[in-house]
């Protein structure tokens, strides 16, 4: 088995097994907590279009349908959590398991684009901020939050802990992938000083 093909089956089994308690932990608390501080600066029309890649059981989802949001999309490599939100939703939201390396969705049709404390997750980075470039409309937005501690060794002991993970990347790693793929990184900033947010336009 080659080295992708096993960290993503890594990433699968985490999330599968997270996803009967995720929403219930602490852990899951802190990251709602911090992906509502990003999502509250994402202003959408009603007919807006909006893709969470790495939506888990669709927290970020349901705060768009919150606030008005008709046309939800979400993709997640967990089956597990994808089930959890298509119970959520219904059929108020697309809902499909899939790798953000290979989205399954037409060119140019997402108004904006969220991921959220996932990217450390992401086996091929620059792979994945391409496609979620290919997928947005022109002038649509990304919005990219995840976890930096400032720290190299609580990073070395992070990846140690934590399954599936691959690299932690900081702001200027960012800022290249994002520019490398097309994107004008029109904000970049810490989040509760644990994150870092991104934000690309097409």
């Known amino acids: 088995m080659n080295k992708s093909l096993n ?10 097994w997270w ?4 929403d219930y932990d602490p ?8 992906q509502k501080k990003v999502l509250r600066q994402i202003m959408l029309a009603p007919n807006a279009s909006v893709l969470d890649v790495g939506c888990g059981p669709g927290r ?7 606030n008005g949001v008709k046309n939800l999309f979400g993709i997640d490599l967990s089956p597990a959590m994808i089930l ?6 219904g059929k108020n939201a697309v809902l499909k398991v899939a790798s953000v390396e290979k989205l399954p969705f037409a060119n140019n049709q997402f108004d904006v684009v969220t991921n959220t404390e996932a990217f450390h997750h992401f086996l091929d980075p620059k792979k994945a901020i391409k496609e979620m470039y290919r997928v947005l409309k022109p002038d649509g ?4 939050a995840d976890l930096n501690f400032f720290s190299k060794t609580i990073h070395w002991l992070f990846k140690k802990l934590e399954p599936g993970h691959v690299k932690i990347y900081g702001k200027k790693e960012f800022e290249d ?3 490398k793929a097309g994107f004008k990184v029109v904000e970049q900033k810490r989040v509760y000083l644990f994150v870092i947010l991104t934000v690309g336009e097409k």
């Open 84 to 89: 959890r939100a298509k119970k959520r939703f």
């Open 27 to 34: 852990v899951s608390w802190w990251l709602r907590w911090v």
């Open 177 to 179: 992938l994002f520019s």
């Open 141 to 144: 937005k990304l919005y990219l």
């Open 19 to 22: 996803a009967k308690f995720y």
């Open 60 to 66: 970020a989802l349901l705060f768009f349908k919150e």
């Open 7 to 16: 960290n993503a089956n890594v990433n699968i089994g985490f999330f599968d």
